[in-house]
């Protein structure tokens, strides 16, 4: 039998003006009285372009210990690459259900493959998100699955694939840096967390018009268990970050990429950088997309403080473990 998914759902609501009540989110989650509503401080913007090494790793590291989340412009990726990609998810999203479904996640399988369309992540939550998603490895080629990839519309696979190729260039020269500001050599991030090995899981979100967009969440408060995250999002604004003991909006830039510092890269520091605290609003009359890359050690990589970063005066704070482990304990709720 099919998920009811939330595409459905919205189709339903919007003329009954009302969401159901599993939708609903508790008063201390609510958007429409939890997010901050006086002046926002600014995340920070960085010049991924900038010739200038020493201030480019000037400005990650500070943006990377202080909100664990910035936006980055004249990254290299070309603005038709990233139109493609959208327009290519934004398609798919609109074919008729049968054809999402064949490729759709099966109930009952391993929940360790997270891989193929769906709509409710976890299965201990309470309340349900206003989302529906597709999930799918674009890198390495020996993690990839052709199962989980739409065949239609057609030129699916091509630009998913191109856009993998740029957005490695990206991520190599983020390690790059994000190693830079912790004093190390340039490469020491990109080689712990497993080199060219390192996985690329793409997610689309699909957040459809909701009626009651100040009651629910598209994705609840968590932070990534990827080393980095690379967000690409659509022109409807809906990220939310903690800092401060506040939620606060995240502006819209056009043909930026948002970068999500995740839990990896937080241990890896021994707290230096951290990992973000993040959240999803949806909008009463619009669509809201976005398409998340997470990258993540494979399974059996073991991650833990880097001995560099490890003194007397600074000790370990967090366990060495494989990042199989890791993630088990993260989607099952269990202490780490």
């Known amino acids: 039998m099919e998920a009811e998914r939330v595409q459905a759902i919205a189709s339903f609501s919007i003329s009954a003006e009302t969401i159901p009540?599993?939708?609903?989110?508790?008063?201390t989650e609510q958007p429409g009285i939890t997010t901050y509503h006086g002046l926002v401080p600014e995340i920070p913007t960085v010049d991924l372009g900038d010739p200038d090494q020493e201030n480019l790793v000037r400005k990650i590291s500070d943006a990377s210990r202080e909100w664990g989340l910035f936006q980055v412009?004249?990254?290299?990726?070309?603005?038709?690459?990233?139109?493609?990609?959208?327009?290519l998810g934004r398609e798919f999203f609109e074919l008729p259900q049968e054809e999402k479904?064949?490729?759709?996640?099966?109930?009952?399988?391993?929940?360790?493959?997270?891989?193929?369309?769906?709509?409710n992540l976890k299965k201990g939550d309470l309340k349900k998100s206003w989302v529906d998603f597709l999930f799918h490895n674009i890198w390495p080629a020996s993690r990839v699955n052709f199962q989980f990839w739409p065949k239609n519309p057609p030129a699916y696979r091509e630009a998913n694939e191109n856009y993998a190729q740029h957005l490695r260039r990206v991520v190599d020269k983020l390690l790059t840096t994000l190693s830079q500001g912790l004093g190390l050599e340039e490469n020491t991030l990109k080689d712990v967390v497993g080199g060219e090995e390192l996985e690329y899981l793409l997610k689309i979100n699909y957040y459809p018009p909701c009626p009651r967009p100040d009651l629910t969440l598209g994705?609840?408060?968590?932070?990534?268990?990827?080393?980095?995250?690379?967000?690409?999002?659509?022109?409807?604004?809906?990220?939310?970050?903690?800092?401060?003991?506040?939620?606060?909006?995240?502006?819209y830039i056009p043909n930026a990429l948002i970068i999500?510092?995740?839990?990896?890269?937080?241990i890896l520091s021994n707290g230096k950088y951290k990992s973000v605290l993040h959240r999803t609003t949806v909008n009463k009359e619009k669509t809201r997309m976005s398409w998340p890359v997470f990258c993540a050690p494979p399974a059996e990589m073991v991650i833990g403080p880097l001995p560099q970063l490890v003194t007397e005066n600074n000790p370990s704070k967090?366990?060495?473990?494989?990042?199989?482990?890791?993630?088990?304990?993260?989607?099952?709720?269990?202490?780490?």
């Not at 412009?73 to 327009?87: A, D, F, R, T, Y």
């Not at 109930?107 to 709509?119: H, L, R």
């Open 260 to 266: 999500h510092i995740g839990d990896q890269i937080e």
């Open 21 to 27: 009540a599993e939708f609903i989110r508790p008063e």
């Open 318 to 336: 967090y366990k060495t473990k494989k990042y199989k482990d890791y993630e088990y304990c993260k989607i099952n709720k269990l202490p780490q």
């Open 219 to 251: 994705v609840p408060a968590h932070t990534d268990m990827s080393v980095v995250t690379v967000l690409v999002p659509n022109e409807v604004p809906g990220l939310q970050v903690f800092k401060d003991d506040q939620w606060f909006d995240a502006k």
């Open 101 to 119: 479904e064949a490729v759709a996640r099966k109930p009952g399988v391993d929940s360790s493959i997270i891989e193929g369309y769906g709509t």
């Open 73 to 87: 412009v004249n990254h290299g990726i070309p603005s038709e690459v990233i139109e493609k990609l959208q327009k």
